[in-house]
């Protein structure tokens, strides 16, 4: 924690320090909001919370700005819990272990968490430090975003009373977000049967690893592997050779994460045993081929193993192979009104095979809601055909872009001032809670900056220090320019 303590600007990152260290995963975010309400009660602030969790903390005007408009900075209180498979965290109870390498920010084996600590920090310390010059100020701190937008979903008209949002999500500083994706996600559950493993049949588990990760919407593009459709792909192509009886299959865990980790324990005769070994080492070559520029530690293992459960018959292992194998994955579509952005994608997030059933979760993201039911209709479509029962829910609407408003403009004008630079004006392919907020406060002008931040939802995440502290001066020198009400 000291290591970030040296950094610039030092109340945001001494706040975001203090927040690494009170485990804060989607569902158990409720020690860092106490911590937060008994912080802001100790520095006389307005409190509040609503029915389903969300902070509110307000400051009043700097002398002499009691005219301006009110402006709501905006974060979300959770964090993606992922690891690397050799680290031993429990996300619940652990704190993150920031530290400083170069010139940004990591985590030790884990998520970082910057998404959105950085962005509540920011929020925090404008709070926190009195040097800095605002208008009437409102922070919004949202239960749950990264696990289907509980809060933003939950927020209700009339509890805030700000004119403009300031959201505190995006992540590469120069840029200036001004409409993002919608969402929803689709569960596909395939009955299956078991049956006994026939004698002389040897178990193995075959694991596929050491993948990236990352972003199901802003890294869909990039051409990560996903760990949930390289294991279908292999299962497809060798399972009826190898005579494989599959008895456990699982990868991914969580919708909005690229899965970087999938594992299949199947049983094969005992005289295919080297075969798969083979095989194994043969396909391990093929995705080295075809990977190699974006993954550098991919990895095929194959260790014996024991099992206790049934196998699924060869009917039920081929329908549920193939189904996996032609779920759809990726980009979709690429957008004809925001050139170099997606338009509509899909993530193949989560597989699990259960007792009586296999279960495969997608997040679709699209900036438009046609783009969304369309995805849907051909998951539903390989659901008939394979006999599952396909279910669409949790749709989140997309932020329509205004090109007209008039935050945007002060935004691009402020960032263009300070940096001598114009900054790029985008729509993001991944969720902000923007589209949600605009049904209870339809007339609020919004816009989301943010700093740099790669690799998020996944332990590769990092912050770009200098990023962090250019992104606290445009964010300061907004708040000191906002217009008179």
Known sequence: MSELS??????????????????????????????????????GLYTDRDAVGNILLRKAATPGMENRKTVVLQAHLDMVPQKNNDTAHDFTKDPIQPYVDGEWVKARGTTLGADNGIGMSSALAVLADDRVEHGPLE???????????????????GWLKADIMINTDSEEEGEIYMGCAGGIDCITTLPISREAIPADYEIFKLTIKGLKGGHSGCDIHVG???????????????????????????????RNAIPREAFATFAVPK??????????????????NELSAVEKNLTVLVESVTADKQALTTTSRDTFINLLNATPNGVIRN?????????????????N?????AEIICLIRSLIDSGKDYVVTILESLGKL????????????????????????????TYQKLFNKTPNIMVIHAGLECGLFKKPYPDMDMVSIGPTITGPHSPDERVHIESVGHYWTLLTALLKATPVK
């Open 335 to 351: 957008s004809d009104a925001v050139k170099g952005v997606v338009e509509t994608s899909l993530n193949l997030g989560i597989v």
């Open 139 to 157: 922070v919004l701190l949202t239960m749950t975003e990264e696990a289907g937008m509980e809060g933003a979903f939950g927020l209700q008209p």
């Open 6 to 43: 040296q950094l610039s600007p030092q109340p945001l990152w001494d706040i975001f320090a203090k927040i690494c260290s009170i485990p804060h995963p989607s569902y158990h975010e409720e020690q860092l909001a106490e911590h937060i309400l008994s912080w802001a009660k100790e520095k």
């Open 271 to 288: 005289q295919h045993a080297a075969t798969l070994k083979t095989l194994a080492s043969e396909y391990l070559a093929t995705l080295q």
């Open 386 to 413: 394979a006999g599952a029962h396909v279910e669409a829910k949790g749709s989140y609407p997309g932020w329509q872009p205004d090109a007209n408003s008039p935050v945007m403009h002060l935004v691009r004008e």
């Open 353 to 357: 095979l259960h007792d009586d059933n």
């Open 224 to 254: 990560l592997g996903n760990a949930n459709k390289l294991l279908g792909r292999f299962l497809v192509i060798n399972a009826a050779q190898l005579d494989a009886r599959l008895i456990a299959l699982s990868g991914g865990t969580l």
